[in-house]
């Protein structure tokens, strides 16, 4: 059992392993500057690298687990985020925060972000248009995937980026 645990352990963080801080991409900072103004800087921070699973595309789900161990940068939401996020994490019906998802070719989708505390490890959630994403975006289990996140006049967004072998 331990041998199997093991692989287990090496496939989750394959994708996630790496928490060094990549530039953030040209398209997101063009993106953030014509959100934003020229003026503002870059507030991009990573949040993971995730080699997606079965439970990330299945439908039945519509949620992108993101794992607090795995994330690189932990403080990517503003106070009035963590505030009610924290205040959620007790609630059975949760309400989260919305978010939007971007892509890099420009389609935004509307997210909602939860905290779930899942087997006794706490997860970040994307939920409430993760099934639209999915579809759109024809994400499949193995892909791997990028996420940063930005804000933008008070409102958070993600920046989806789907990997390619060369970007691992």
Same mark, same amino acid.
């Given at each position: ?80 985020? #963590? !505030?009610? &996020? ?6 059975? =019906?949760?309400?989260?925060?919305? /978010?939007?998802?971007?892509? +890099? ?36 289990? #193995? !892909?791997? &995937? ?6 933008? =006049?008070?409102?958070?967004?993600? /920046?989806?980026?789907?990997? +390619?072998?060369?970007?691992?």
């Amino acid at each position: 059992m331990e041998q199997r645990q093991s692989k287990k352990a090496k496939r989750n963080t394959k994708a996630s392993s790496s928490k060094t801080r990549e530039p953030t991409p040209g398209w997101l900072i063009r993106l953030m500057r014509r959100k934003n103004g020229r003026e503002h800087e870059d507030n991009s921070k990573k949040i993971i690298d995730k080699e997606l699973t079965a439970t990330d595309v299945h439908p039945n789900n519509n949620r992108l687990s993101i794992p607090l161990s795995n994330i690189v940068e932990l403080e990517f939401l503003n106070h009035e985020e #963590k !505030r009610a &996020i924290e205040e959620d994490a007790n609630k059975v =019906n949760k309400e989260g925060v919305d /978010a939007i998802l971007v892509t +890099s070719d420009l389609r935004e989708f509307p997210v909602n972000l939860r905290l779930w505390d899942m087997r006794g490890s706490l997860q970040y959630n994307l939920v409430t248009g993760w099934n639209q994403v999915v579809e759109d975006c024809r994400l499949k289990k #193995k !892909r791997n &995937i990028r996420l940063w996140s930005f804000h933008s =006049n008070d409102k958070l967004y993600f /920046a989806l980026v789907p990997l +390619s072998v060369s970007d691992q």
